[in-house]
Antibody, heavy 121, light 106 residues
Framework: EVQLVESGGGLVQPGGSLRLSCAAS????????MHWVRQAPGKGLVWVSR????????SYADSVKGRFTISRDNAKNTLYLQMNSLRAEDTAVYYC??????????????WGKGTTVTVSS | EIVLTQSPATLSLSPGERATLSCRAS??????LAWYQQKPGQAPRLLIY???NRATGIPARFSGSGSGTDFTLTISSLEPEDFAVYYC????????FGPGTKVDIK
């Protein structure tokens, strides 16, 4: 079964840091681009970041550029999101998602259940 | 940034009825548009990509159409499990999502 399981969320103070992880199984992780997408409470979906299959290329939404870093460990089938200088507006459920691939990049065809990040003093 | 608008915000229908959801882009996205379904407390699910291609395992009652700036998701006959929020997403530039259309039971 294709599966993504996020972890690492929690409560953090403004200005603090957190690292999210996403464990992948049931597919060849190293062959796929991966994404992070977030959803603030009661709000819509917002794309955060993307990494290519070997980790050599990344991109970020303007709202997180310079503060967040996406990375992956293909030997461990794990995706990461290092979040620094966190702000209240970063409060959200963070989803890990697999890119569709096969020429249909930036569509997300497999999603994890999400991990909740709350930034508050 | 390409802004997506969705209408209506809420669609109240009965099971068995046809649902027609609209997504409009602030500039042309060619056919680079997807639709997702999200139920409360769940992750989104990809339904349609590149405007009209059904994702794996998606029932035939879901169909997508459009190109350029105007797109439509049609659910031919609503099943009880289809009541949810639907988001469109473009990939012409970096990905952006619309605000969603909630399909609820009339």
């Amino acid at each position: 079964e294709v599966q993504l399981v996020e972890s690492g969320g929690g409560l953090v103070q403004p200005g603090g840091s957190l690292r999210l992880s996403c464990a992948a199984s049931g597919f060849t992780f190293s062959s796929y681009w991966m994404h992070w997408v977030r959803q603030a409470p009661g709000k819509g979906l917002v794309w955060v970041s993307r990494i290519n299959s070997d980790g050599s290329s990344t991109s970020y939404a303007d709202s997180v550029k310079g503060r967040f870093t996406i990375s992956r460990d293909n030997a461990k089938n794990t995706l990461y999101l290092q979040m620094n200088s966190l702000r209240a507006e970063d409060t959200a459920v963070y989803y890990c998602a697999r890119d569709h691939g096969y020429g249909y990049y930036y569509y997300m065809d497999v999603w994890g259940k999400g991990t909740t990040v709350t930034v508050s003093s | 940034e390409i802004v997506l608008t969705q209408s209506p915000a809420t669609l109240s229908l009965s099971p068995g009825e046809r649902a027609t959801l609209s997504c409009r882009a602030s500039q042309s996205v060619s056919s680079y548009l997807a639709w997702y379904q999200q139920k409360p407390g769940q992750a989104p699910r990809l339904l349609i990509y590149d405007a009209s291609n059904r994702a794996t395992g998606i029932p035939a009652r879901f169909s997508g159409s459009g190109s350029g700036t105007d797109f439509t998701l049609t659910i031919s006959s609503l099943e009880p499990e289809d009541f949810a929020v639907y988001y469109c997403q473009q990939r012409s530039n970096w990905p952006t999502f619309g605000p969603g259309t909630k399909v609820d039971i009339k």
